[in-house]
Structures are given as C-alpha cells and as structure tokens.
C-alpha cells in the first residue's frame, strides 16, 4: 500500500501562483501513473493534471497553460505549479496514483482563490 501526503495549498489572490506538492512511500511510486484531480462540493471529483511513470503529461483543457505536472522519482513526489489562478480553481486538490490494479488517494489539500 502506498501513502500518499499532499502539501501546498492555501488561500491566494486571483492571478496568483501556488505549488502543491505528492509525495508517496515505498518503491511502487517510481513505477505509477500519478494525476493531481479536484473536487468541489456538489461537483464530481475532476482529473485535472496527470503524468506517467515515463513522464508523459496531459491537462484539462480548464487548466492548459497555466498548471505544470512533474516528477522527482528520487524523492518519490510529484508537484503541481499553479499560476494565474481563477476563483473557479478552487477546490480541494487530491492526488492519485494508479499502478496495475492498484489506486490510492491522499487526504487532499485545500485550494482557495480569492477574486
């Protein structure tokens, strides 16, 4: 089983800029998909970004040019830079990993964009 801890969010103006940061326990993470999704209350839960364990990446059309997904397989994190933030990003951000069978979610961090 992996755990998977997420750090970074907070409040922040509109335009503003944050980084969230995965990061996950054991060797399993080097070898996992990983995607950031997010969830407001009423809503589905949304992928947002996602990064293969070769590094590959793929956005939601809502945050394309403005979020970068990477990966740090040495310290077994994957961030999430956020810049020009929207009000409508805010949310609770989570992050998945995806391994074979295999799915696991943190506990989520908040994000929350003032207009």
């Known amino acids: 089983q992996v755990q998977l801890v997420e750090s970074g969010g907070g409040l922040v103006q509109a335009g503003g800029s944050l980084t969230l940061s995965c990061v996950g326990s054991?060797?399993?993470?080097?070898?996992?998909?990983v995607g950031w999704y997010r969830q407001v209350p009423g809503r589905e839960r949304e992928l947002v970004a996602k990064i293969t364990s070769s590094g590959e990446v793929g956005y939601a059309d809502s945050v394309k040019g403005r979020f970068t997904i990477a990966r740090d397989n040495s310290k077994n994190m994957v961030s999430l830079q956020m810049n020009n933030l929207k009000s409508e990003d805010t949310a609770v951000y989570y992050c998945n990993l995806r391994y074979a069978a295999y799915i696991g979610w943190g506990q989520g961090t908040q994000v929350t964009v003032s207009s």
């Open positions: 054991g060797t399993l993470f080097s070898l996992a998909g």
